[in-house]
Structure formats: C-alpha cells, structure tokens
C-alpha cells in the first residue's frame, strides 16, 4: 500500500485504521536503510499535504511543518535564535539531502546523531502529535526517548515543530565535528543559545549536545553556572567536565567514547566563546 | 509488473510522460529501468555518493532517496535532459577543457548539481561551489578541476586540437570525453538484453563457517521466476580463480566452507522481479560459525587455524631483498631510526559498482561487464567454464573507477555460468555494500623499519620487516609481498638494504590490488622515519632527501644501475623554494598562535617500478587503415578514466605523423583488439605507449612506401582523406583497390610491441625488476585543530618526474585524484568488515577536503618510453600520506604511527605529548 494523502484527516484516519506503519517524507532515511532489499511497507507519504508545508507563526510560536525541508529552513528569515537550527541545516548531509530531508524526519528517526535535536532542545521546541484521538503536545527531549526510540504512538502524525518565540536578545551557533567536510555523520554536535541583557548578563542559557548519548541531551548543570554571568570573552573557560557528566557516549567508528567527551566540552566552550565574540562585535 | 501499480504522469527533461511504477520505487530505478535513461548513475542507493543527482523542480536531488511516487506532476531533468540544452552547453565544455571527468561515472551527478548551482547564482565562487556539489563524491578526480570548471564556465573555447606531430605534449581534451558529459556512456550497468535474466549472489555474513544447503526446492516452488538456483557443483569448469597461474586458492561459489565476510555461497538467477523480491533470509543455509583468524597476529601465532591446507602457517609467501651487511652498517651509523607503523584497510570505493551481463553465443560466451584486464579476465573465465579462451569473449564497459579492484574476476563467472546453464542472457549489479563487502582492498600492513645515517647524512642502512593482511585468499598478495621490498628503500643511494615481506591469510576481506600494491603503506614508514633522521641529524629533510636522492648511474638495491630518467633530484629542487618559504610562514604562524590550531609543512618521496616486477608484461597495440582511409588504433588498453584512450592516440598520431583526430579507437574487445595486457602498475602509457608508437611508425612506413616517398614526407588528412606531402607536392592517397588485410576491415596495418627489459630476481632479491622508475616528492600544508585533533590541508604542491607529460592535464589529473586518495589514506579511511560496508561509515575525501595543488611536472626522459614518457597513475598517490604525517609533526611535535589518523586518535596522540 502507498497512501500518498493531502489531507492531514485521511493521514490520520488510515493510521487510525492501522494502515501503512511507515511514514515517509524525505526518504533519506528510509531508503538507505534498505539498499538491496525488498521494498515491502506500507507507506504513508505525508508530502502532499499542505497543511505540513511552510514556516509560519501561530500564538507567538514558530511553526515549522513536519514536510519542511532543511533547505527551507536554512533560506528562510528566521529570528537570529534560530541560528543554530540554520547552521544545521546546511550541514546535514550535501545539497541534496538538504534539499529532501525534514526535520520532523530527523526527529521520527531519531537517531543518536541526528543534527536536528540538539537545536531543538537548545530553543526549547515542542513537537504537535496528531491522531484520530486528538493533539497533544510534547517537549522535543521527552519526544526522542533514546536511539531510534520516540513517543509517537502508532496512530500518531507529527505535524509541526513548535519554536516558542525567544527574547529578542537570543543568539545560537551550532558546530558540528566529523571526519570530514560534507556528507558527514557527526562525531559530536552542539547547539548553543544565550539570551543576554543589554548589560551583557545573562539570563537565559541552554545548551545541548548531540552524538554523545542515545539522545541528545542537554547540560543543565552548565546552563545554570552560566545564567547571571556575563556573556564575554573567556567565557568557554566556565565549561569543566563536570558538567557534561549526563553525557554517556559511546566507542564506534567515529570516535572514541573519551575522545567524544572531550570533544563535546571543546565545542561547548567553542560556541559559548563564538556567541561572546559575536555579542561584543 | 502488478495490475494494481498505477500511473505516475510528471514531465521528463521536458516532455509529458507517464509511467506504471510501484509509487515506492526509487526515481533512480524507474528512470534507468522504465524511461531508458541510464546517465542517471547509481553508486549507493543511500544518498551517499550523489551520482544519480537529478534536477526535481530544479532542485538537485538524489534521484535513489525519490518515491517516484513523489514526482507525480512535477518537472525532472535528468542529465540526457541538460545535453539537449543548449543553455548548458558552455557548462559540458568547461568540464571537457578542465579534465573535470575521469572515469565519467559521477560526472552526470557533478554537471546536474552544477546546474542546480549556476541557476541559483550564475557567478559561484569556490566555497559556494563546493557547498552546491558537495553532495557528490568523485574518486578521481580529486575535484579541483570541477571546481575550475564550474568557475570557469563563461571561460573561452578550448583551442582546436594539435596538428599532426603535435599531439604528444598537447593539453587536449579527452578523445572520449563528450559521451562522459552527456549520459552516454555505457558501464556496467547500463547495458542489458531485455529478455535478460538478473543473478544475486548469496553471501555468508560470517568470516569463518561451514555450511550446508538446505531444500531449495520450496524457494524454488514459491518463486516460479527463479529459474535457476546456482551452487559450486554447477560451474562447469574448475571452481577457483586468482591471479597467479599456480595460485587459485578463491572458489567462485564456496564449496561448503567460507573464508570471510562477504563470500559467496550460492546465486540466485531468474527475472528481474522474482530476484528482487526474494529476501535473503528465505535462502536455507544453516551455518556452522567458527572462530575467525582476525588481523596478522593471529594468523602467525603458533596454533592457528590454517585457512589453506597448503599454508599451514598463513604464509601465502614471503619477499625479500637483501645487499650489503645491515647490521654492520646499523652498528657504524651516527643515527638510527627506528618505528613500528600500522595501517588499514582501505577500500577502492570506485563509484561504479561491479556490473554487466553475459550471454551465450553458440558455444562462446560473451560478457559485456567492467573490468581492467579483459584479456585476464577472458583466460580465467575459460578456466572457470571448461572453454577455451577463444571461446570467451570479453567486451569491457566503460569502467566507472578502477583503482585495482577491477583487476580481479567478480560477477564474470557467475554471470557466464548462469548464461551458459540457462541459455538466456544474465545480468547483475553489485549493490554498494555487496560491491564493498566482497572485492578485494588495499593490505593493511604492519611494519618494522630501522634506517641508520652517517653524520653527513648518508644513508647507510634499511631494514624493513612487513607483514600484510592479504585476507581469505591470495588475489594480488604476491604482488605486494614482491614489490614492496624492491621499494623499501626509497628512492635513495642506500649501502645495506634487507627488506623482508610476508603476504599473511585471514578470515578478512582479500586484499588485492590499490593503487600502489603495497608501496603507499610501506612509504608511510619509511618516509616518516627519514623525517625523524634528519630531525636527528640536524639536517632540513629536503636536503636530507636530495643528498640521497638515486641519480643516473646509480646501483640501488636490487643490483640494478639507473641507466636514464632518475629525476628525484629534480623534483626536490623544483620544490625547495615553496619549501622554505612555506616552511618558515608556518612557523611564523604558529610563533604568534593562541588558539588551538597550529600549521606545519611536511615533505615526502618515493620512487615507483613502471610496469610488473621482474615478469613479463608486453603490449601489443595495433593502427589499420581501411579502404576508404580511415585510420583506426585498436586498443586492448582498458580506460578506467585515467586517459590511456586519449594518451595512446596522441602517442600513435604522432608516429604516425597525423592529426590526433583522424584516429578512431576500437578498444578493450578480446576480440577485436590485441592484449595491451591490465590497466594496472601504472603501466599503459609506459608500455602501450611504447607498443602504439612502435605501430604508428610501422604503418607510416608502410604508407610512405606504398606512396613512394620519403621517410620525411608528411601524412595529411583532410576531409577524410589521406594525403602525401613531400617537396611541396602533394597527392591523395587511394586504398579502395588494396585487399582487406584483416577481419577489421583495414587494408594497411602494422602492430607494435613492447615488453620492457627486466630479469627475474635470485633469491636476495638481485636483478633487475623494473625497466624504469618514476619518481615525485609532494609537500602538504596543513593546519591542526589541537583541541580537537583534525587535520585541514591548506595545499598540496607535487613534483613529478613522469619522463614526458604526452598529456600535461591528464597527467595533473591523475596527481590531483592521486593525492585525494593519500589524503583519505592519512586522514580517514578504514575499511571494517561487517561495519563500514557503505559509503557514509567508510568515508572518502569529498569536495571540501582536498586542497588547492600544484603539480610541477619534471619531464627526463626514459629513452625506453614512447618520447620519453613513463608513469603516474600509482606515483601520484605514494608520497601524500607520509608528507601529511611529517606536516602533522612540523605542525605538533607529534608522530603517529597508525593510519587513519582519525581526530579521535590524533587527538589522542596530541594529549599524550602535552597538550591541553
């Protein structure tokens, strides 16, 4: 079965029923995971409903619609704390990838390295669950529960990514380490946002890394030293070790586990003193 | 095709079109397999290589990631699409003047993302440039020339081609080059009878097991399109294969036992839908795992399971060369070095997966597939058949990368086996991770070196102790373990040499041909090691090299006396000023550095035997003119995108004494053309060459005496037509009343051959081994991350001596994809069975790693080489990573002695020495 519906109520109805147990958006998931094989799901392609399309405000919050793509993310005039998701944006995989990837898909798929959830968890985002039941609303970091692993039930559509609206003052980077320029899988990724006041204090500090656990995670013990300090030059000499100790990353390909560690304090500290440069500039 | 399939309507390069296709099929396959557009590649199926890049809305994506179910409504373009535009026309020419395809296999992906670019920004810069094609990996090319070429695209026309005597030297195109930029060309996989059945191999997933075949006959009775199921009791001739005449340890199909990871075990044939909807794990196999010998080490400890009761050690052979008293020499030096290095293995990665068919033709068969050694492959599938080798017919495709790893059979005698049984044609494509998982990689080695110096810097002794993976069974293994001892001592005056080898078997992946057999791992050491000796003795390493450096004249240390052509000196003098001054801004640099990154300049050479080791390997290349005057080269010369169709015309035009265009080419068909002998030792331009010229100047004798004239008259063609020119008269030359001389239709014809002069060596490894030796020195630039252990290379300047460029840009080229590949080698690449079976765990340069290059071409001649050429194809690789490594130590005072030096263990080497 290939479902290829434009309404988000048929989507859910055929789920409600069921129906096909893939969602497919971009595929640059779904294929690669099945080179040489046989083509056997029944598939449920949200792409042709227009109501998952665009990049929109609604209640004071960001919309961005479970069919958006990265390219349409890093192209389109978002608020400066929303740097960090398009910075990632332009550093999933090459054009191509860009140009079919969703960001809804990177969170659906939910792999460890996923670029998406660091920046998602960085401003705070929200996913919109839709079902036949209703929709309900979840935190990104309760959202993505582990590798591979998220809460949308069976039934459920993720419909949009909400970016609550970030104080004016809100700056984020995003810097992603791999062992190579494109078309890389990270070893280590970090989104970072500051919300400072005119005096340089800051208010508002979250900071999350990716690749270092099942699920991206973010640093609250850091995100606590920070808040009230001022955001300047030096500031990366703040991160200590301690403060990435939720993190638990793991030995692969890629890297080591230690090196992962370490790796992910030096990007944190490195984007922390990124925002402090461009902040004095 | 199912009744309930519906019809998918979108607008193709143009045209309304509708198609009846599974909504979930990939765009790739529906357009290669339902429109006949096969320019549109496939390297991965994931959305990792970019090479089915297609236009969809004018946004490039890969067209294998595309339901085609996706596409309903909207506009693709496909790269036969961009042909027919004249708007992209100036984009195809820049490509074609730049060199910007080798082999052409990503091309069609690099010139539709290149669209996608110039259509958003018709005045890219690099970086922009990089970030549009990114997407799209290339190994050959090294991508700086498609970077120019995208740049370059409102540039001037390329100047007409050389006129007759002009050729050799000429910066001209590729003869062969258009169809690469408009689709055209045919690989592997783009060439099929329709009526064609289509095999999938069965593979073990273990590297050490038994096993036995379970009923195949309920596969059989669910699937009625599977019209055969083979297994080892089916090939007709003797199951095994491998390269050397006494060596054919491989089997085709696994005869209850398999040896590694990857092996196949039986081939599923039947039609196209039946193969691709049979999982594998509906094949009865039960398995009876075992212990696998993983890595070098456990193969030699005493006790170990023997993969071939012929080795009962895992010795498949040792090498060696040996003059001169070492440990005396060792005991008398000022400085010794020593180290312990190990590397991995390194995947080919060529983008063109194994691909082609086989049909059977009366009581021939014929395979129409890729490869570099068609009259190779046409011998062993005799054997393999029962047939004899004239009853094999080897039609090679154009070949979408080689790199080595098309020397050895893969699907050719599966595919003639399942011909020949079934009476139908059989085709098959490797997917990427049955193409990674079951042909052969570079060894990974593991070595021992001392070098020892006097204090002037004298080099006084190697010695050097080897051993290499070569996997589960021997395919090149003796190759390495032969060549590399000759090589251990570098390019240098060397007073005590002992170079041992062992070629060891494990339950690993056969390791067999790479670019280099052997010689790029054993650089790695040594190279570093001479870094260290200078350091030691106080001596610049540039002088350390050009004071040991072999010079005409010399005896190395096989016996033999250079007799030409030794220009290592050369190259290290054309280096020397960009040496010091870039040697000294990055120390300026780095004396002011406060962040983390650190810059170093780093320096390595080699030398490089041109053709086999001590064994015969002739050419033989012949030119015909036919009776309307058309003059045709027939070439068994395989072009895997390293120039040898354009090099062998500009090579046999010139002897001949005509305009390189008037020749046609007829190439690779055991048929049609002589054996030129593999693709392969950086060998054809060398060797061919020397074997077209031979038969340029034979013709051309044969044609001024037919005209009675003199050795001096000119050839001239014009409108076709052949014309003899000798104290400014002139007349055309008719052939319509001589008799056809040969099955190609030629009236006039005359073969050359040449097989370059060599001695077997004794058993110290004394003789003479290679008729001629290249020689090249690079320099990387490179700056380190410290905190975070990566490495970016700022640039790469290489020096070359290649005897003659016959073509100067062909010849950069392979430098510039060379020097690709010893990046990845340094920095990245590392094959695991089991782990890394596709191209986004296994990583190869892409368009942002490779640096800006400058080649410097040294040109002294090899008298033996056809107008002094010699080779490059395996040179331009050797000395990157050790220049890398030693630029790494400028940079940090840090040596490391495994590659891949990936951050993790850069890092890690970087904390151990300090720091932060």
């Known amino acids: 079965m290939y479902l290829r519906p434009s309404m988000v109520e048929e989507a859910l109805a055929a789920l409600a029923e069921g129906g096909p147990t893939t969602i497919l958006a971009g595929g640059t998931d779904y294929y690669p995971a099945r080179v040489g094989r046989p083509l056997t799901e029944d598939i449920l392609d949200i792409t042709a409903i227009a109501a998952l399309r665009g990049i929109g405000e609604r209640d004071g919050a960001l919309r961005i619609g479970a069919a958006v793509r990265w390219t349409e993310i890093a192209e389109a005039a978002l608020p400066p704390s ?10 999933i995989g090459g054009r191509q990838i860009q140009n079919a990837g969703t960001l809804a898909g990177n969170l659906c798929n939910a792999s460890p390295a996923a670029d998406g959830v660091p920046c998602l968890l960085a401003l705070d985002a929200e996913v919109e669950l839709a079902s036949a039941r209703g929709t309900r609303r979840l935190p990104v970091a309760e959202f993505v529960r582990g590798n591979r692993r998220t809460a949308r039930r069976p039934d459920e559509l993720m419909t949009a990514i909400i970016v609550p609206r970030c104080a004016e003052a809100a700056r984020s980077t995003f810097l992603k380490l791999g062992a190579r320029r494109y078309l890389v899988i990270s070893i280590v990724m970090v989104a970072a946002l500051i919300e400072a006041a005119p005096d340089g204090a800051i208010a508002a500090a979250r900071i999350a890394v990716g690749a270092c656990s099942a699920a991206a995670q973010r640093l609250p013990l850091l995100e606590a030293v920070l808040r009230g300090r001022r955001l300047a030059s030096g500031i990366g000499c703040l991160v200590a070790a301690e403060h990435l100790g939720e993190l638990a990353p793991i030995d692969d390909v890629r890297g080591t586990a230690a090196y992962r560690r370490e790796a992910a304090r030096r990007l944190v500290a490195r984007a922390l003193d990124e925002l402090a440069a461009e902040a004095a500039a | 095709m199912s009744a309930t399939e519906p019809r998918i309507a979108f607008t193709l390069n143009g045209a309304d079109t509708t198609v009846t296709a599974a909504p979930i099929r990939r765009l790739a396959a529906v357009l290669r397999e339902e429109c006949g557009l096969t320019g549109t590649k496939i390297g991965c199926d994931a959305g990792d290589c970019g090479a089915c890049t297609v236009l969809v809305d004018g946004a490039q994506l890969c067209a294998c990631l595309v339901p085609v179910g996706q596409v309903a409504g909207r506009r693709i373009t496909t790269i036969e699409g961009l042909a027919a535009d004249p708007r992209y026309d100036a984009l195809r020419q820049s490509f074609h003047r730049h060199g910007a395809a080798q082999c052409g296999i990503c091309t069609p992906g690099m010139l539709m993302a290149a669209a996608d670019l110039l259509a958003r920004a018709p005045r890219p810069d690099a970086a922009m440039t990089a970030d549009a094609l990114g997407g799209v990996l290339c190994r050959c090319t090294g991508y700086r020339k498609i970077i120019d070429a995208v740049l370059d695209v409102a540039g001037a026309e390329a100047p007409p081609l050389p006129a007759a005597g002009e050729a050799v030297g000429a910066r001209m195109p590729k003869v062969d080059g258009l169809a690469k930029l408009d689709g055209t060309e045919r690989y592997g996989a783009d060439e099929g009878p329709a009526e064609a059945l289509w095999l999938k191999a069965i593979r073990s997933p273990h590297a050490a097991a038994r096993f036995t075949l379970g009923d195949l006959r309920a596969l059989r009775a669910k699937y009625p399109g599977l019209v055969r199921i083979l297994t080892a009791a089916d090939i ?44 594998e794990e509906e094949v009865p196999i039960a398995w009876h795992i075992e212990a696998p010998v993983i890595g070098v080490a456990a193969a030699l400890r005493s006790g170990a399971p023997a993969l071939h009761a012929a080795h009962p050690d895992n010795v498949l052979i040792k090498g060696r060369v040996l003059s001169g008293d070492v440990e005396a020499a ?81 699907l050719q005698p599966l595919i003639a086996t399942a011909a020949w049984l079934t009476g139908r044609p059989v085709r098959c494509i490797y997917t990427r991770p049955e193409s990674m998982m079951s042909t052969t990689k570079r060894h990974p080695a593991h070595i021992k070196a001392r070098i020892a110096a006097d204090a002037e810097g004298r080099l006084l002794a190697v010695d050097f102790h080897a051993d290499f993976n070569t996997g589960a069974y021997a395919s090149w293994g003796p190759t390495v373990a032969n060549r590399v001892p000759v090589h251990a001592s570098g390019p240098y005056r060397v007073a005590a040499v002992r170079a041992e080898t062992r070629a060891v078997y494990t339950n690993e992946t056969p390791a067999g041909a790479f670019r280099g057999f052997g010689v790029p791992q054993t650089v790695i050491a040594t190279e570093t090691l001479l870094d260290e000796l200078a350091e030691k003795l106080d001596l610049d390493p540039l ?17 033999q006396v250079l007799q030409a052509s030794a220009g290592l000196a050369a190259c290290l003098d054309a280096l020397r000023p960009r040496w010091r001054e870039a040697r000294a801004a990055a120390a300026a640099a780095n004396a002011g550095a406060t962040g983390p990154l650190r810059r170093g300049v780093g320096l390595a050479a080699m030398w490089y035997g041109i053709g086999n080791t001590s064994m015969s390997n002739p050419s033989t290349m012949r030119v015909g003119i036919d009776r ?43 048929d049609r053309t002589p054996d030129a002998g593999k693709t392969s030792a950086s060998r054809q331009t060398f060797i061919s060459g020397a074997a077209a010229k031979v038969a340029g100047e034979a013709l051309r004798r044969q044609v001024l005496e037919r005209a009675g004239a003199g050795p001096a008259a000119r050839l001239l063609v014009e409108s076709g037509r052949i014309f003899v020119e000798e104290s400014g008269e002139r007349h055309a030359l008719d052939f319509s009343d001589l008799p056809v001389s040969n099955e190609s239709g030629d009236v006039l014809s005359a073969t050359g051959r040449f097989d370059p002069p060599t001695t077997a060596l004794d058993a110290d490894g004394q003789g003479v081994p290679y008729a001629t030796y290249a020689f090249a020195a690079q320099m990387a630039e490179i700056e380190v991350d410290t905190g975070l252990g990566t490495v970016r290379l700022r640039r790469i300047v290489a020096a070359h001596d290649v005897g003659r460029a016959v073509n100067p840009r062909e010849v950069e080229g392979q430098i510039h994809g060379g020097i690709a590949q010893g990046i990845g080698l340094a920095l990245m690449e590392e094959y695991l069975p089991g782990r890394t079976e596709n191209l986004h765990d296994y990583l190869v340069p892409t368009f942002g ?68």
């Open chain 2, 543 to 559: 002088e350390l090299r050009h004071r040991n450096a072999l010079r005409v004249g010399d005896r190395t240390a096989t016996g």
């Open chain 2, 330 to 410: 060792l005991a008398s030096a000022a400085a010794v070095v020593t180290g312990e290095f190990s590397t991995a293995f390194v995947e080919h990665a060529y983008i063109e997966p194994e691909a082609g068919y086989a049909r059977r033709v009366g009581d021939r068969i014929e395979i129409f597939a890729c490869t570099q050694t068609p009259y190779m492959d046409r011998d062993e599938v005799a054997r393999i058949m029962g047939l004899s080798p004239e009853q094999v017919r080897i039609i090679p495709s154009a070949v979408g990368g080689g790199f080595g790893g098309k020397l050895d059979l893969s």
């Open chain 1, 82 to 91: 929303l740097r960090c998701l398009q910075l990632a944006a332009r550093e």
């Open chain 2, 849 to 916: 790693d490779v640096p800006p290059i400058e080649c410097l071409l040294i040109e002294d001649p090899e008298p033996l080489g056809p107008y002094g050429a010699k080779g490059i194809g395996e040179p331009a690789l050797i000395p990157t990573a050790p220049a890398i490594l030693n630029a790494i130590y400028h940079a940090t005072g840090v040596r490391l002695r495994r590659v891949p030096a990936t951050p993790d263990r850069m890092r890690a080497a970087l904390r151990e020495a300090g720091y932060d």
């Open chain 2, 628 to 670: 309307v005057g058309r003059i045709t080269l027939y070439s068994g010369a395989v072009d895997i995108g390293q120039g040898s169709n354009t090099i062998l015309s500009q090579i046999c035009a010139d002897a001949l004494g005509v305009p390189v265009a008037a020749i046609r080419l007829v190439t690779g068909d055991t």
């Open chain 2, 236 to 279: 007709p001739g003797k199951n095994s294969f491998g390269i050397y005449p006494d060596i054919k340890d491989q089997p085709v199909l696994a005869e209850g036992v398999v040896r590694f990871r990857g092996e196949a075990v039986l081939a599923l044939v039947g039609d196209a839908e039946t193969i691709a909807a049979i999982g």
